[in-house]
């Protein structure tokens, strides 16, 4: 993955050799060269393209959200107040934002995606916290899962056991639920002051933006459109809106975290916390895969030919979350850290690489941190709301179908969307695997391929331990925990 320094410049043409800037911006994928752990400079090895503010928009939103999701739900379990998640949420932004966003993504692995949050983690924060978990010690254990995961190739292996169908039946189960989701927390949100219809219109004109700029060939101004809609109509009809986070500076300091009277007001964690989140943490980077493969896939389906060398590197990413979430852990923040999905999916509709718009989107969480009112705008539900709709789940929805148009791979999808809604995507993403390598669904010829390690012992045995794990802290619907201190939580 590495060329000489001239290589991108001496490859690269200017935008007026194109005759349209689609055109452009597939020769610059084609042409870019990133060096592997080794310095990526702006003007040498990449370019700032107008295109990059679209991802870098979303992906602060999205990491405003999720963070202040995540927190929340630790300070909720723990009685600590509003103002401690605000104050962390900034704190974690600056982590992100100055540790790892822009060092890694932007200037020493332009392969790396960003490190976000876990946002399918956050249900189980109550019962992380119940079960006698400690914040530092769930994030200790998952960076050092994580940590040999990468190293060990493991994230590239299970991509390549995943097959398309597999990947697809995951984007649309994703998808849809996620489109569920905002529409029923937008309701929700119109409905608290008596105004369920303006959800309804937000939606309608959402819906007739996006089909417009689909229609025009330039989806990746969906976000921007998205939420200056959204935002306006909302105002215009009457929604409630205040700036109410003040400009300022978090504390810094790590000692003030993990204080036995400050900050988590928890003190360092002992050895039987780390007991205590060991399933969690499993589980955790577990439910990497499923969501590495499907950023992965999609960047690949958005993306010309020719472009292998600026795909997302699954393992690269694992180790720069995995280090990302050990760093964050011992300066005191809260975050969960995994693939950061509101940045690399409208990279991948804008079609651009990640190191640009990770430039950028250190910049937005570092303002957005420092001046604080730009996350209220944020995480003001329409805005919210729409830039996931139209900048995430939607898309997933149609690399899915696109990804299940052609031969068997119907097969794998149905079974992995009706496994993933009866437990999670994890387990419908691990037993769909297994059974698609088997031959017993999709394409048998591809099962033969694999060899005794691919096509049973492997999915086997990723299999057997998940449901262990999940079997053992009661995540089986009607089923009772396996494992005696977790029943009853």
Known sequence: MTDSHDDYRHRRRPRSAFASRAEYLEHELQSM?????????????????????????????????????????????????DDFVIENVRYEMLIAALLFVVLVSGFLNPTSNLAGTHGPLIPLVPLIVASGGHPMALGLMIGALGFLLGISKGGSLLARLTGNGVCGGLLLYLGFIGISGQIESLFAWAESFDMAHLAFVVIIATILMYAYLEHVQMRWLAIPLGALLAGALSFAMGAPFEFTTEPGIPTLNPLYWWGEDTGWQLGLPSFHHFVAVAPFAVLAVAMWSPD???????????????????????????????????????????????????????????????????????????????????????????????????????????????????????????????????????????????LDNLGLIGCKERGRELGHMGRWIIPGVVFAVLCTVMAGIGMFPGVPALWESFRGL
């Open 33 to 81: 060269a990133p060096r592997r752990w080794r310095p990526n400079l702006p003007g040498r090895d990449y370019r700032f393209e107008l295109e990059d503010w679209v991802p870098a928009m979303a992906a602060t939103i999205g990491k405003i959200v999720m963070v202040a999701a995540i927190v929340a739900a630790f300070a909720g379990q723990l009685g600590l107040s």
């Open 292 to 434: 590495f493969v499907g950023h992965r896939v999609f960047q690949q389906l958005n993306y010309p030919p020719k472009t292998d060398r600026v795909v997302m590197n699954m393992d690269d990413t694992m180790v720069t979350a995995s280090a990302r979430q050990v760093a964050g852990s011992l300066l005191g923040g809260g975050n969960i850290s995994s693939s950061w999905g509101t940045y690399i999916v409208p990279a991948a509709i804008a079609r651009r690489p990640i190191p640009a718009g990770a430039v950028l989107t250190g910049l937005l969480c570092v303002v957005a941190a420092l001046w604080g009112y730009p996350m209220d705008l944020a995480v003001w539900q329409p805005v919210l709301s729409v830039a996931l709709m139209v900048g995430v789940y939607v898309p997933l929805l149609e690399a899915g179908m696109q990804m299940t148009r052609k031969g068997k791979t119907t097969q794998s999808a149905a079974v992995v969307i009706f496994s993933s809604a009866l437990v999670n995507p994890v387990f419908g993403w691990s037993l769909t695997v297994l």
